[in-house]
């Protein structure tokens, strides 16, 4: 990440995507630094993401016009139909999407996963100073409609389930907590 200060963490929830940068995008609001670059989403593979997207650990980000075609020469991106509302306090303000990549030559699907945030028709949320009295409502700037903001990443799968899991590594890394706190355990038990 260019530009960026020494030791910079891009590892957002799901409200901030959301919330702060797909609503700064569609409301034409800057954002500082400008990290998350646009792309055209048909124009790449999702292995082809390095140095373009932002990447963040495992995941890229960017964002794309919104659109229902996801298909390209490479291969498409089909729907899992598990919609998830974001909510930011009691408001929903978007959804985020799941999709799995497919390519063209093998009519097959891999381990590379999307998911595509999208604002709700036009109602975001607005703060004045005070978190208690923010408010909905429809704002004719925002263009909701156009944006997406996407987050690549490649998952493994479950060899037994065939699902693919792409909390493999915060799970690994829990257990590694666990198993650390297990071995202090049996140092403490020797003593």
């Known amino acids: 990440m260019d530009g960026l200060p020494p030791g910079f963490h891009f ?6 995507l959301v919330g ?9 609001l800057p954002c500082q630094p400008p990290i998350i670059p646009t792309l055209d989403l ?11 997207a932002l990447q963040a650990g495992n995941y890229w980000y960017f ?8 298909a390209s020469n490479h291969g498409y991106w089909i729907d899992f139909n598990n919609d998830e ?4 306090g009691n408001d929903m303000v ?37 978190s208690s009295s923010s408010k909905k409502r429809k704002d004719p700037k925002i263009e909701c409609n156009k944006w997406a903001l996407c987050r690549v990443s490649e998952v493994n799968q479950d060899s037994q389930t065939g699902l693919l ?3 493999e590594a915060e799970l690994s890394c829990l257990d590694e907590v666990f198993l650390s706190l297990d071995d202090l355990d049996e140092i403490s038990a020797m003593k």
């Open 11 to 16: 590892f957002p929830s799901d409200k901030e």
């Open 94 to 130: 978007g959804l985020k999407k799941t999709f799995v990549f497919y390519q063209t030559t093998e009519e097959i699907n891999t381990n590379w996963v999307m998911h595509e945030y999208h604002l709700l028709n036009g109602i975001v949320r607005h703060n004045s100073n005070s």
């Open 63 to 70: 964002f794309t016009r919104r659109t229902t075609e996801r």
């Open 42 to 52: 048909k124009l790449y593979k999702p292995w082809e993401l390095h140095g373009k």
């Open 20 to 28: 702060h940068f797909l609503y700064r995008k569609a409301a034409r």
């Open 165 to 167: 899991n792409d909390e």
């Open 85 to 88: 509302p974001v909510s930011i």
